[in-house]
């Protein structure tokens, strides 16, 4: 089981840049496929980025893809999301997620951990 800690939301100017944080609890966090996903106010939950076991491989949703920028740190047991051009259509809650396999999905369902979520807001 992994317990997961999501840092670094907050209010940001359109054009600007955020990085969070997803800190995860075990020994095992490199075998986890890691993921971002967002919410916005009355929306689904929709799929951000995703990055498997070693960080090699990526995926990104096509709204974010070429601002955002997703890694991992096994050493550390973290994995970030680099957001840059903010849009306000970014705004909303960020959530981190773990599955523990190999396969990268992008579906909220196939992941089995989630943390909190933090709160991301860009202004126009």
């Known amino acids: 089981q992994v317990q997961l800690v999501e840092s670094g939301g907050g209010l940001v100017q359109a054009g600007g840049s955020l990085r969070l944080s997803c800190a995860a609890s075990?020994?095992?966090?490199?075998?986890?496929?890691m993921g971002w996903f967002r919410q916005a106010p009355g929306k689904e939950r929709e799929f951000v980025a995703a990055?498997?076991?070693?960080?090699?491989?990526?995926y990104y949703a096509d709204s974010v893809r070429g601002r955002f920028t997703v890694s991992r740190d096994n050493a550390k047991n973290t994995l970030y999301l680099q957001m840059n051009s903010l849009k306000p259509e970014d705004t909303a809650v960020y959530y981190c997620?773990?599955?523990?396999?190999?396969?990268?999905?992008?579906?909220?369902?196939?992941?089995?951990?989630w943390g909190q979520g933090t709160q991301v807001t860009v202004s126009s």
């Open positions: 997620a773990a599955v523990g396999t190999w396969v990268v999905t992008t579906t909220p369902l196939g992941y089995d951990y």
């Open positions: 075990g020994r095992t966090f490199s075998r986890y496929t």
């Open positions: 990055i498997g076991w070693s960080g090699g491989s990526t």
